[in-house]
């Protein structure tokens, strides 16, 4: 899709007849937001963290992955559509219905994980953390009732260990958050036990989730979902695929 604000002061071609939506400034900032905060960017993040982890070298290949292609739809349609900003002018389900059944699964498209991982620590408040702001600003305090989203979070925290689900090292992309985060992960080690209060000053910064997650009931939830993480080998995985099943 392409959004543009209908502000043209001496006149435009109909461009709509080629699918281009025209809308005030609000309305193409609100499809923005659509696409960045739920219906399309969390997702990648979410492919792009586990996607280094359980060893996929194409965003499209995670999508025949049913463990991945089914958790990224609980995080679009269960825990990001309750809030969503919808423009007016496009299906907020129907953009996200096409996100993961044509966009995401297309072999033409062969960006990969490790690229969508760049930046991730810059990434995650605003892909994410507008969301749990948009709960938050509608009166809930308490956030423990979402799964997925902090399922990421704890995500992002294992990836930080440079460690994948194999047991195998792997190389992180490149993000400039990471001299300051890699060190609350040293002497972690696949299997033994990890004193996950060390995450504290990670899960604490509001800077890379939007809020301080141990304001809304999400800190310890994700440090649990890091330790399950961590029992050994195929442990992401058989973590994701228990929170799954637990939803279905």
Request: a neutral charge; aromatic letters at 10%; charged letters at 25%.
């Amino acid at each position: 899709y392409l959004a543009i604000e209908d502000w043209f002061p001496g006149g435009r071609p109909p461009l709509e007849k080629a699918g281009v939506l025209f809308g005030n400034r609000e309305t193409v900032d609100r499809i923005e937001k659509m696409k960045v905060c739920t219906c399309l960017n969390p997702l990648h993040t979410c492919l792009a963290i586990f996607g280094c982890m359980l060893g996929h070298t194409r965003i499209y290949e995670e999508m025949k992955d049913a463990t991945l292609s089914e958790i990224i739809r609980r995080i679009g349609y269960v825990e990001g559509m309750p809030v969503v900003v919808d423009p007016g002018i496009i299906s907020a389900r129907r953009f996200i219905d096409e996100v993961v059944n044509l966009r995401l699964p297309n072999p033409f498209m062969p960006d990969t994980p490790q690229r969508i991982a760049c930046d991730t620590s810059k990434k995650l408040p605003v892909r994410f953390g507008e969301t749990l702001k948009a709960y938050l600003k509608r009166g809930e305090k308490d956030l423990s009732f979402l799964t997925f989203i902090p399922l990421v979070f704890a995500g992002y925290a294992r990836y930080l260990t440079g460690i994948g689900d194999d047991g195998e090292p792997f190389a992180l992309s490149p993000d400039p958050g990471l001299p300051a985060l890699t060190p609350l992960v040293e002497g972690f080690s696949l299997g033994k036990p990890f004193d996950t209060g060390k995450l504290h000053p990670l899960f604490a910064n509001a800077a890379i989730f939007g809020v301080d997650l141990y304001t809304c009931g999400l800190g310890e939830k994700a440090e649990g979902m890091f330790a399950e993480m961590n029992a050994g080998k195929g442990a992401i995985r058989r973590t994701i695929d228990r929170y799954l099943v637990a939803a279905r």
